[in-house]
T-cell receptor
Framework: NAGVTQTPKFQVLKTGQSMTLQCAQD?????MSWYRQDPGMGLRLIHY???????DQGEVPNGYNVSRSTTEDFPLRLLSAAPSQTSVYFC??????????????FGQGTRLTVV | RKEVEQDPGPFNVPEGATVAFNCTYS??????FFWYRQDCRKEPKLLMS???SGNEDGRFTAQLNRASQYISLLIRDSKLSDSATYLC??????????????????FGAGTQVVVTP
């Protein structure tokens, strides 16, 4: 039972490089999202998707792109990495949006350092 | 002002003692409330939902005070394994006819609890 799988777990990038963080879930969840977690800030929403083909911006979308071509996958692309994007990134998925008892399942996180 | 605020702690708790802490939220339209637990360098995991009438799950008790816009978590008979950061999560149900409310989980920065022998 894999749940939400993120790769890679660790990554070091040079300023200006691009990369894609992968996220896959095998729970047939419609709703997926990306968060970044910085010390003292809590998790902040980057982008989210309510189903295949549908994405929307969250609180801190600048510098990131997403796409949702399948229900299972929701990759996050860093277009031109900057030191301010050094963070821990979490992908999350959930079955329902409106149930007040909905649980969000998180991947194990990607620790990204931009030098 | 942050939408969800928590005392970062740490709360240092002797094993077997009780610890309680709060989380305040700014949006009075918030509808759903949760506590998540996050172990060091791990992903958050749902600890419990918070019901309007308050609820218990074993040694954990959650309360909601809508008038003062805060939720609380109480841990009784603390175990060493309770050492973690507890994240307060609040969601908004802006419109029951749309599906975009899930994307707006608001996380607090977390309260660190350290249980000592």
């Amino acid at each position: 039972n894999a749940g939400v799988t993120q790769t890679p777990k660790f990554q070091v990038l040079k300023t200006g490089q691009s990369m894609t963080l992968q996220c896959a879930q095998d729970m047939n969840h419609e709703y997926m999202s990306w968060y970044r977690q910085d010390p003292g800030m809590g998790l902040r929403l980057i982008h989210y998707s309510v189903g295949a083909g549908i994405t929307d911006q969250g609180e801190v979308p600048n510098g990131y792109n997403v796409s949702r071509s399948t229900t299972e996958d929701f990759p996050l692309r860093l277009l031109s990495a900057a030191p301010s994007q050094t963070s821990v990134y979490f992908c999350a998925s959930s079955y329902e949006s409106l149930s007040w008892n909905t649980e969000a399942f998180f991947g194990q996180g990607t620790r990204l350092t931009v030098v | 002002r942050k939408e969800v605020e928590q005392d970062p702690g740490p709360f240092n708790v002797p094993e077997g003692a009780t610890v309680a802490f709060n989380c305040t939220y700014s949006n009075s339209a918030s509808q759903s409330f949760f506590w998540y637990r996050q172990d060091c360098r791990k992903e958050p995991k749902l600890l419990m939902s918070v019901y309007s009438s308050g609820n218990e799950d074993g040694r954990f008790t959650a309360q909601l005070n809508r008038a003062s816009q805060y939720i609380s978590l109480l841990i009784r008979d603390s175990k060493l394994s309770d050492s973690a950061t507890y994240l307060c999560v609040v969601t908004e149900s802006l419109n029951v006819m749309t599906t975009d409310s899930w994307g707006k989980l608001q996380f607090g920065a977390g309260t660190q609890v350290v249980v000592t022998p």
